[in-house]
């Protein structure tokens, strides 16, 4: 445990760097530290006494159970990022997408002892880019249904005019006819 109350000791003089939210665990995966941007994900009666709590039932992300990043990170002994996992925080209405990054803290033995998982929410990002790829298939749709549409038109014209074309031959063949 002292290894980690050095990590935590050296790292709060730089924690107030970083803007998104993030916990430091210990080897079992209860919380032992968090920021204020962690403590506003959750709603206030589930962020009072986070401290001891685990992090899977705060946070509730679709990796805990088979992927969980901390054990990614225990087990390759260096930092592990995730793109794009869904999580659920205790207590809130809403589903949340976030980019996860850990780096493991190892005793001097270079055993884990903990985690630090820091959190990005990019769930707007999400959205906007959901939206946005909605707004390129319905477009894609669009252009293919004109472009028919041209060739349907296309086609009905040449008809018209193959057949505009015949009858001025009939026409004039029959004025040819009655000129003689």
């Known amino acids: 445990m002292a290894a980690l109350d050095d990590f935590l000791t050296q790292f709060k003089q ?3 760097v970083i803007i998104d939210s993030w916990f430091v665990c210990d080897h079992e995966r209860n919380i032992v530290d968090f920021n204020r941007a962690f403590f506003s994900l959750l709603p206030r009666n589930v962020a009072r006494g986070l401290k001891g709590k685990k992090c899977y039932e ?6 805990c159970k088979d992927r969980c990043i901390a054990q990614q990170c225990w087990a390759d002994k260096k930092q592990v990022r995730l793109d794009e996992i869904d ?3 205790a207590g809130a209405e809403k589903p949340l997408r976030f980019i996860l ?3 493991p803290i190892l005793d001097p033995a270079g055993n884990p002892v903990g985690a630090l998982e820091v959190q ?5 990002q999400a959205v906007v880019q959901v939206k946005y790829q909605e707004m390129l298939d319905n ?3 669009e252009r293919e249904r004109l472009a028919s549409q041209i060739r349907s038109r296309t086609k009905e014209l040449l008809d018209t005019n193959q057949t505009l074309l015949r009858v001025q ?3 004039l063949a ?3 006819g009655l000129v003689v």
């Open 14 to 16: 730089l924690s107030d």
């Open 58 to 63: 705060v946070l509730a992300l679709n990796i």
């Open 87 to 89: 999580g659920q925080p």
């Open 101 to 103: 990054s850990a780096i």
């Open 120 to 124: 990005r929410d990019v769930t707007d």
């Open 139 to 141: 477009e894609a749709r």
């Open 169 to 171: 031959k009939e026409l």
């Open 174 to 176: 029959y004025k040819k």
